[in-house]
Nanobody, 126 residues
Framework: QVQTVESGGGLVQAGGSLRLSCAASGRTFTNYAMGWFRQAPGKEREFVAAVSRSGGSTYYADSVKGRFTISRDNAKNTVYLQMNTLKPEDTAVYYC???????????????????WGQGTQVTVAS
């Protein structure tokens, strides 16, 4: 079992920045790739970014490439999502998730993830 707790969400003006954090506990953190997903009202949950177990590989949705950066600190059992140049369409609940999957093809599919946090709200005002 892995528990994840997200933090860092809030209200920001368009063009601003936020950094989300996800603290993990439970099983060995480095056994899991970590991902961020988001869900806006009335929409399906969508992939945002993922990072491999070592942190050496990262994956991004096209909609956030160049604006968001995912990273992890394995010494602190924490994964981060730095979000810059935020847009109103980035407004959503952001979820952190853990997966034992190792292939790149699995990183952007929600069903590949075994453990999910409760989410943190990000609201971008225009």
């Amino acid at each position: 079992q892995v528990q994840t707790v997200e933090s860092g969400g809030g209200l920001v003006q368009a063009g601003g920045s936020l950094r989300l954090s996800c603290a993990a506990s439970g099983r060995t953190f480095t056994n899991y790739a970590m991902g961020w997903f988001r869900q806006a009202p009335g929409k399906e949950r969508e992939f945002v970014a993922a990072v491999s177990r070592s942190g050496g590989s990262t994956y991004y949705a096209d909609s956030v490439k160049g604006r968001f950066t995912i990273s992890r600190d394995n010494a602190k059992n924490t994964v981060y999502l730095q979000m810059n140049t935020l847009k109103p369409e980035d407004t959503a609940v952001y979820y952190c998730a853990a997966t034992r999957a190792v292939t790149a093809q699995a990183m952007d599919v929600p069903y590949a993830y075994d453990y999910w946090g409760q989410g943190t709200q990000v609201t971008v005002a225009s």
